[in-house]
């Protein structure tokens, strides 16, 4: 029974983290690329898979609404991915341990691919 309970103990989640991203640029394809004001948020709550790795359930909002995804961290890296291949869209963050933001969205219905620059931050 302690077993049980020192393992349950370890699966609970963290406390919810919003990661909060702003980007400057925007490329679309061979168009170029354009200054921009686009924001997004990310909220997760992590769950430690490894040692050096948790992963989590993330939902991303921003002006065009809500997706659902997952969200990874590794070595410092974070990593969200989602796609609604349904629709046709497929979205990929990465963020540096820095902070430094890329995150690239696959329109292949268009077809178009967008890539965004920029920063994000854990809120606090």
Do not use: W
């Not at 050096?52 to 991915?81: C, H, K, P, Q």
Request: aromatic share 8%; with cysteine.
């Amino acid at each position: 029974m302690h077993h049980i309970l020192l393992f349950c103990a370890v699966a609970q989640p963290a406390a919810a983290t919003t990661l909060t991203c702003a980007f400057e640029t925007e490329c679309i394809d061979a168009d170029g690329c354009n200054a921009t004001d686009y924001e997004a948020q990310y909220d997760y709550e992590f769950k430690q898979i490894s040692p050096d790795g948790s992963v989590s359930r993330a939902t991303r909002d921003d002006i065009n609404g809500t997706t659902s995804g997952l969200m990874a961290e590794r070595d410092a890296y974070l990593r969200f991915v989602a796609g609604a291949f349904y629709e046709g869209m497929e979205e990929t963050l990465t963020v540096t341990p820095d902070g430094d933001a890329r995150l690239m969205v696959l329109l292949p219905e268009v077809p178009m691919q967008l890539t965004y620059v920029g920063t994000c931050e854990v809120d606090e």
